[in-house]
């Protein structure tokens, strides 16, 4: 396995466990307890400046993401274009 090729294993097994914990914590209900591992670094929010904080946090991982996955399709197009030569 070349070194492409691993790295687009390793983007696509991080994209799915990323994809399957959004989910998780999507489908829980807001009244659910807080999740105790959900952020171990982040204190819980206090104020209204926290609260805005913790929403452009979420905002900048959900592009982080999107740009994840925008370069994981891209290592498969160029995978794709190398086998088929």
Known sequence: MDAVTAAKTRIDKA??????????LKARPATAPAITDDDLFAP??????DLV??????????D???????????VREVLAEQEGR
Do not use: Y
Request: net charge neutral; charged share 30%.
């Open 15 to 24: 994209l799915a466990l990323l994809e399957r914990r959004v989910l998780e």
């Open 44 to 49: 819980r929010p206090s104020n209204t400046a």
């Open 53 to 62: 904080r913790i929403a452009e946090l979420e905002a900048a991982g959900r």
């Open 64 to 74: 982080a993401a999107e740009a994840l996955g925008r370069a994981a399709e891209a």
